[in-house]
């Protein structure tokens, strides 16, 4: 079975690109064609009467509902897990699997060629031992091996600096380049 072919244009052009223009504020690839293209022309005009109402919509201020964090965040806090950090005579220290996985977010966006990224602690990760997922928007230009593996190591380094655990492994993905800088 083959898939069906990428839709195109009456002039052969890739539709998407203009959906980029139009909603992503991104150059025209070829400006000369498009300002002579009857095709491209149409389809900008239809796409920008469609995008319109959205992104008007989009900008208008969304007012959250009183007490909405609070309720969220006790809900998190309830059903998050805990790590052990330390134990003592005294007691034991944890951390709730958030903050775990905010120090290790911060420790990943702080790295030059990380756009925006996400991370998970995986089911498997007892004790304290973590095993992490970073999944990532990188920018164009940097070598992606490098830039995953300088990832790793300051999640790693972060984690353990900040609350004595040590990482396992971290799975890096990178499921976007960011070419906009």
């Keep these: 079975m083959t898939a069906p072919p990428p839709p195109s244009l009456a002039c052969g052009r890739d539709p998407l690109a203009l959906v980029e223009q139009v909603v992503d504020g991104a150059p025209a690839v070829d400006p000369a064609h498009q300002d002579s293209c009857a095709s491209c022309q149409d389809a900008l005009q239809r796409l920008r009467a469609a995008a319109g109402p959205l992104q008007r919509l989009a900008a208008e201020p969304v007012a959250v509902p009183r007490g909405l964090t609070t309720r969220v965040m006790t809900r998190l806090r309830r059903e ?27 420790a990943a966006r702080s790295i030059p060629g990380v756009r925006r990224c996400s991370v998970a602690l995986d089911s498997g990760t007892a004790g304290d031992k973590l095993t992490l997922t970073v999944h990532l928007t990188a920018a164009l230009g940097p070598a992606l091996p490098a830039l995953a593996e300088q990832v790793r190591v300051a999640v790693g380094a972060d984690l353990a600096a900040l609350t004595g655990l040590q990482v396992d492994q971290v799975q890096v993905f990178v499921d976007d380049i960011d070419v906009d800088g």
């Design 80 to 106: 998050g897990g805990r790590l052990p950090l330390s134990s003592g005579p005294l007691g034991q220290d944890t951390a709730s699997d958030l903050v775990v996985l905010q120090i290790a977010r911060r």
